[in-house]
């Protein structure tokens, strides 16, 4: 059966590129004669019905533009069998064939439950944390740490005018791959992240090391999550002589334009979703590696091994705490 009908939808937390690559869709689409709807405010749209058209008009002049034009949301109703079902009647009563889903492992989770229900889905992985574990990048991860670390070095530089210490709270949810890039491309001494985590009393004594072997005003970052910056600040400064203000990066993380790697891989993820709906093989997840797109099925792209980047921690490590 050809499809002559998609449908778009983003979900979760919005990220940089989801705009680009709604662009890149409903382009490659439109070409190929397959007609587009955008569902607005993810799956909580979806069960209420509320679709647009989309076409090349509609997607003109999106692709720099952060956020996501068809909204989204957090919809945790859509945990419920008789929920998904709604969704699963509105796609069916406006004759979508195939539904493209862009988000996080949450919203993968929602494709998967309608899959199971029959609908034919793709899902394109898109999220600032990165924490889709199959694949090597997620859309928007580029983008925010860029983001996050023009943040810190403005914070840094202000920090050491003053000689003050600083700990930086950057987001990631339980994925530490923010504030593992944050660290290794600004003047970070000490990192807390889930991946290695380390308790208050660690924390300290890699802030003192820094002091007293590396001569040097720390600056800590945190992943959200591991503590409470205000709280370690306050601790920091009373247990050395120096003064430690806290700074949470937050959300100019996730908005603002996409970076050029973010363009080319929306643009990449696109045409390869289209590609597969045009071959009539759905249930796929697509991911990104050695510069490549690949697609698995959702299944395994939800049940993935562990993927985190070790090597590169351990060099930070090496770098900045020898003990
Ligand atoms: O998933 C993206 C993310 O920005 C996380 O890093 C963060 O934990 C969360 O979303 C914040 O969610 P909200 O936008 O609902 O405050």
């Known amino acids: 059966m050809s499809v002559k009908k998609i449908a778009i939808l983003t ?10 690559l709604i662009n890149i869709l409903v382009r490659v689409a439109n070409e190929r004669q397959i ?20 076409d090349n008009f509609v997607v003109e002049n999106i692709t720099s533009l952060g956020g996501t034009i068809l909204k989204t949301s957090r919809y945790l109703d859509f945990k419920k069998d008789e929920v998904v079902k709604l969704g699963v009647k509105n796609l069916s009563k406006r004759k979508v064939d195939a539904l493209i889903v862009i988000g996080g492992d949450g919203s993968f989770k929602g494709a998967m439950a309608l899959s199971k229900f029959g609908v034919k889905i793709i899902c394109i992985p898109a999220t600032i944390d990165n924490d889709l ?16 670390v023009k943040y810190i070095e403005n914070v840094e530089q202000t920090m050491e005018a003053l000689n003050r210490g600083v700990v930086i709270e950057v987001m990631g949810r339980y994925c530490g791959d923010i504030a593992l890039y944050c660290a290794v491309s600004t003047a970070c001494d000490v ?13 300290l004594d890699r802030v003192k090391y820094c002091i007293e072997v590396k001569k040097k ?33 937050g ?29 009539g093989i759905f249930g ?11 697609d698995l099925d959702l299944f395994d792209a939800l049940n993935s091994d ?11 490590y090496l770098l900045n705490y020898k003990k």
């Not at 959300?251 to 071959?279: C, H, T, W």
């Not at 796929?284 to 690949?294: E, P, Q, S, T, Y």
Request: one cysteine or more; glycine letters at 8%; proline letters at 3%.
């Open 11 to 20: 979900s979760g937390g919005d990220c940089q590129g989801m705009n680009a």
């Open 35 to 54: 007609d587009v709807l955008g569902v607005m405010n993810g799956y909580k749209g979806l069960c209420q019905d509320d679709f647009i058209k989309l």
């Open 133 to 148: 574990r199959y694949t090597s990048r997620c859309l928007g991860f580029d983008t925010a740490v860029n983001n996050a």
């Open 191 to 203: 990192i807390a992240l889930p991946e290695n985590p380390i308790n208050q009393e660690e924390l």
């Open 217 to 249: 005003i720390p600056v800590v970052v945190v992943a959200e999550k591991m503590f409470d910056v205000k709280e370690i600040a306050k601790i920091l400064s009373e247990e050395t002589n120096i003064e430690f203000k806290y700074s949470v990066v």
């Open 251 to 279: 959300y100019i993380q996730r908005g603002g334009s996409p970076s050029v790697a973010d363009k080319a891989l929306a643009m990449q993820f696109g045409v390869k979703a289209i590609e597969l709906v045009e071959n």
């Open 284 to 294: 796929k997840a697509l991911g990104f590696k050695d510069n490549k797109i690949f």
């Open 306 to 316: 562990y993927n985190f980047n070790y090597e590169l921690l351990n060099l930070f």
